[in-house]
C-alpha cells in the first residue's frame, strides 16, 4: 500500500468515525429526551431520583449486548455507569425545580 493509499484509506475510516460519533451524539440527546420525561413523572409521583434496581438489571442487560457485539462488558458498564450518574443529577435538579 503506498503512502497515498494509506492516507485516502485513513480519511475513509476516520470519516466513517466521526459519522459514528454524530450518531451518538445524537442517541444520547434522545436518550436524555426520555430520562428527563421519567424524571418530571418521579419528581411529581414522589418517586426518588434513583432506582438501584433497575439500574443494575440495566448494567447486566448491557453487559450482555456488550458481549454479543464483541464489545468489551467493562467498557460498556462504564459508559453506562456515566450515563446513569448524568441522569441520576438530571432527576435530582428536576425534582428540587418541581419542589420550589
Do not use: W, Y
Not at 85 to 100: P, T, Y
Amino acid at each position: 500500500m503506498t503512502d497515498d493509499e494509506a492516507r485516502a484509506e485513513l480519511q475513509r475510516l476516520r470519516g466513517s468515525i466521526d459519522n459514528l460519533d454524530a450518531a451518538l451524539v445524537h442517541l444520547l440527546a434522545e436518550r436524555f429526551k426520555c430520562t428527563q420525561e421519567v424524571g418530571r413523572l418521579k419528581a411529581r409521583s414522589g418517586m426518588p431520583p434513583a432506582d438501584p434496581a433497575r439500574e443494575a438489571v440495566q448494567i447486566e442487560r448491557l453487559r450482555r449486548l456488550a458481549r454479543d457485539a464483541d464489545l468489551d462488558p467493562q467498557f460498556a458498564e462504564k459508559f453506562l455507569n456515566l450515563v446513569i450518574d448524568e441522569v441520576i443529577r438530571n432527576h435530582e435538579r428536576i425534582k428540587r425545580s418541581e419542589a420550589g
